[in-house]
């Protein structure tokens, strides 16, 4: 039986079938500093900091962690910053507006016979939030931001989970976007009919792709043809690195 599809797994197959069904869950110094500052705005695991410059490793570490058994554990350089992303939002009574509901939630659900699930971010009163850590929450740059982060298919996802799931009936889409580096600016976007509509026609394309697969268990590459290629119409610099030799 196959597991609940969640959307993480899901946006793989955006790259090809094949790394679909290679992927393997892996964390990143980035992606715990992202999980640190929703528990710290949202609720969630307890975060704590680790003496700056000792390695999370040996004796002293092993005990901390006993301690400390369900808490993230982040070095203190990282566990300020992730306070301070955390005190911006909260700072922010724009933020904060769309922020209130139900934090956290499971959702699941089927799409058609196949089950789905995911954590919501938030429920409120007729709207999904999901909160962004992010290089630039710049008003200009975040639509190309979400378009490329596979944001507005999330929220398309969690939108249409959270109606079927029956918890509601958002109709409203919301990012909060805090920027990682100080002063860690934060921008609310309410996504528009037009960015849902691409964000559902995005997911439902990449789920009919893999139930497809699923049920002719084919997991193709790239390409299941030869590729013409001809010369790419921006000018690109003569790399001199290791590719170079190859």
Same mark, same amino acid.
């Given at each position: 039986?196959?597991?609940?599809?969640?959307?993480?797994?899901?946006?793989?197959?955006?790259?090809?079938?094949?790394?679909? =069904?290679? @992927? &393997?869950?892996?964390?990143?110094? *980035? !992606?715990?500093?992202? %999980?640190?500052?929703?528990? $710290?705005? /949202?609720?969630?695991?307890?975060?704590?900091?680790?003496?700056?410059?000792?390695?999370?490793?040996?004796?002293?570490?092993?005990?901390?962690?006993?301690?400390?058994?369900?808490?993230?554990?982040?070095?203190?350089?990282?566990?300020?910053?992730?306070?301070?992303? =955390?005190? @911006? &939002?909260?700072?922010?009574?724009? *933020? !904060?507006?769309?922020? %209130?509901?139900?934090?956290? $939630?499971? /959702?699941?659900?089927?799409?058609?016979?196949?089950?789905?699930?995911?954590?919501?971010?938030?429920?409120?009163?007729?709207?999904?939030?999901?909160?962004?850590?992010?290089?630039?929450?710049?008003?200009?740059?975040?639509?190309?931001?979400?378009?490329?982060?596979?944001?507005? @298919?999330?929220?398309?996802?969690?939108?249409?989970?959270?109606?079927?799931?029956?918890?509601?009936?958002?109709?409203?889409?919301?990012?909060?976007?805090?920027?990682?580096?100080?002063?860690?600016?934060?921008?609310?976007?309410?996504?528009?009919?037009?960015?849902?509509?691409?964000?559902?026609?995005?997911?439902?394309?990449?789920?009919?792709?893999?139930?497809?697969?699923?049920?002719?268990?084919?997991?193709?590459?790239?390409?299941?043809?030869?590729?013409?290629?001809?010369?790419?119409?921006?000018?690109?610099?003569?790399?001199?690195?290791?590719?170079?030799?190859?």
């Amino acid at each position: 039986m196959l597991e609940p599809l969640h959307f993480s797994r899901l946006k793989r197959i955006a790259q090809s079938p094949l790394h679909y =069904a290679a @992927a &393997v869950a892996q964390g990143s110094p *980035a !992606m715990e500093r992202g %999980e640190a500052a929703h528990s $710290l705005i /949202l609720g969630g695991r307890p975060v704590v900091a680790w003496e700056e410059g000792r390695p999370r490793r040996g004796k002293d570490y092993d005990a901390f962690k006993a301690g400390n058994p369900d808490a993230l554990i982040l070095t203190a350089s990282d566990f300020a910053q992730c306070n301070n992303i =955390a005190e @911006a &939002v909260k700072g922010n009574a724009l *933020a !904060m507006r769309v922020l %209130e509901g139900r934090r956290e $939630l499971e /959702l699941a659900w089927k799409f058609g016979a196949r089950e789905c699930a995911g954590r919501l971010d938030v429920l409120g009163r007729d709207y999904v939030t999901e909160l962004k850590t992010t290089v630039s929450a710049d008003p200009f740059k975040i639509g190309y931001q979400a378009k490329r982060m596979g944001w507005f @298919a999330q929220l398309a996802w969690y939108q249409d989970g959270a109606l079927a799931g029956k918890h509601g009936t958002p109709e409203q889409a919301y990012i909060v976007a805090v920027e990682q580096g100080a002063p860690h600016a934060v921008t609310v976007v309410l996504l528009d009919n037009d960015a849902m509509d691409y964000g559902r026609r995005t997911y439902r394309t990449w789920l009919e792709r893999l139930l497809a697969c699923e049920a002719s268990d084919s997991w193709p590459s790239y390409s299941q043809s030869i590729v013409s290629l001809g010369v790419p119409d921006n000018d690109v610099a003569i790399d001199f690195g290791e590719d170079a030799a190859a």
